[in-house]
């Protein structure tokens, strides 16, 4: 029995359902959605199966279809990524559009698209009755083939393309300033937090360790921590996404400090703790599953994570950063949308806590201390 599709108004209200079939047939408006999967400044697209009912042969994102009767939209986007590509993550709407196409008399496209977007690096596992290749494409390189061959793509990703594009070159930009701001203020930065009192945090997390564990000081900022748990007898890496805060962590720790940005962690069981003092909440919200997972991988079994947020849901630029404020349950549903992702079980709150800022001057700004645990295989 063919699906039953959302039918719905020009303010996306659902009116009724009908089949698939019936729907192109009439041209009735029904509500879609299209998903964009990004990583490292490319973008997933496929080249649509020939025999499909239409479109065929044409380039378009790595995902599209309808909502069916029975399912909520967030439900059918999921269920979809994983038929069409054999991959799931955490998703951002980004926007949505109408579009109408009509490719002959009696098969018409009339849709109220939802955008969805969201970074993937693992394995695609295309099925090819729906796709018959795919690509990781340059967004620079994609922009440029949407204006010299826009025939080869789909009449709804030419008119959701650029717009989601533009969207996703914000962030970068934002992200880039935020490397600048530190590279930039390097001095000022490490001077004002290098010798703050951070000791409350800081053993609260080492009871979570057994003596001499490794920690990864992740986005370890001027090399205070790192510091002070090599004074603990607990043995030590570091990273810095800037380069300039690099050398002061080195400088302040007295170790080599990596340059590395977060979704870079590639590691595999390594770390019996990661400490992220005030470093992944520089991540856009929708882009903090992929990394939470990532920095779960990393670690050992039972391993343990400290993180801390600006408390609240606040997103955006503030002083020339990129900000993701943070309530609990905000973090319990980044976490949930981490689960699962390479192979893992997730993590799980251990502790909390919230608290003034340590710096002098700053006590009435609220952050929110979490400590995490690797869930059990």
């Known amino acids: 029995m063919e699906d039953l599709i959302a039918l719905v108004d020009i303010n996306d209200r659902i009116t009724g359902y009908e089949t698939k079939g019936e729907v192109h047939r009439r041209g009735l408006l029904h509500r879609a959605f299209s998903v964009f999967i990004v990583r490292n400044g490319k973008m997933l697209i496929q080249r649509r199966n020939?025999?499909?009912?239409?479109?065929?042969?044409?380039?378009?994102?790595?995902?599209?279809?309808?909502?069916?009767?029975?399912?909520?939209?967030?439900?059918?986007?999921?269920?979809?990524?994983?038929?069409?590509?054999?991959?799931?993550?955490?998703?951002?709407?980004?926007?949505?559009?109408?579009?109408?196409?009509?490719?002959?008399?009696?098969?018409?496209?009339?849709?109220?698209?939802?955008?969805?977007?969201?970074?993937?690096?693992?394995?695609?596992?295309?099925?090819?009755?729906?796709?018959?290749?795919?690509?990781?494409?340059?967004?620079?390189?994609?922009?440029?083939?949407?204006?010299?061959?826009?025939?080869?793509?789909?009449?709804?990703?030419?008119?959701?393309?650029?717009?989601?594009?533009?969207?996703?070159?914000?962030?970068?930009?934002?992200?880039?300033?935020?490397?600048?701001?530190?590279?930039?203020?390097?001095?000022?930065?490490?001077?004002?937090?290098?010798?703050?009192?951070?000791?409350?945090?800081?053993?609260?997390?080492?009871?979570?360790?057994?003596?001499?564990?490794?920690?990864?000081?992740?986005?370890?900022?001027?090399?205070?921590?790192?510091?002070?748990?090599?004074?603990?007898?607990?043995?030590?890496?570091?990273?810095?996404?800037s380069e300039e805060m690099v050398r002061a962590a080195s400088k302040t720790a007295g170790i080599p400090v990596r340059k590395m940005l977060f979704e870079e962690l590639d590691e595999e069981e390594r770390y019996d703790g990661i400490f992220a003092c005030a470093s992944i909440l520089h991540v856009p919200f929708e882009e903090l599953p992929d990394i939470l997972a990532k920095m779960e991988r990393a670690l050992k079994k039972d391993g343990a994570v400290y993180v801390s947020f600006k408390y609240g849901t606040f997103e955006g630029e503030r002083n020339g950063r990129y900000f993701t404020d943070m309530t609990m349950d905000r973090l319990q549903e980044r976490l949930a949308a981490a689960a699962g992702k390479y192979g893992g079980k997730g993590l799980q709150v251990a502790s909390s806590r919230i608290t003034g800022d340590v710096r002098p001057g700053r006590e009435n700004e609220k952050w929110l201390n979490v400590i995490l645990r690797k869930i059990g295989v």
Not at 159 to 166: F, N, Y
């Open 50 to 241: 020939p025999d499909k009912y239409h479109s065929g042969g044409l380039w378009s994102n790595t995902c599209c279809s309808h909502q069916r009767k029975g399912e909520e939209l967030q439900e059918s986007v999921h269920r979809r990524m994983i038929e069409e590509m054999g991959i799931d993550c955490g998703l951002e709407e980004l926007f949505s559009f109408v579009y109408r196409t009509q490719f002959r008399p009696d098969l018409i496209e009339y849709e109220y698209d939802h955008v969805f977007a969201g970074t993937y690096d693992g394995e695609v596992r295309v099925n090819p009755e729906e796709a018959s290749e795919i690509k990781w494409i340059p967004l620079e390189e994609l922009g440029e083939a949407l204006v010299k061959t826009p025939e080869k793509f789909s009449s709804w990703f030419i008119i959701s393309a650029p717009e989601v594009m533009k969207k996703l070159r914000g962030r970068e930009s934002a992200k880039k300033d935020t490397l600048d701001y530190y590279n930039r203020n390097a001095d000022i930065f490490t001077s004002t937090t290098v010798d703050v009192e951070f000791t409350d945090i800081q053993d609260w997390f080492l009871k979570f360790l057994e003596p001499g564990a490794l920690i990864l000081d992740f986005g370890c900022g001027s090399g205070r921590d790192s510091r002070y748990f090599l004074s603990k007898g607990f043995r030590v890496e570091a990273c810095d996404g």
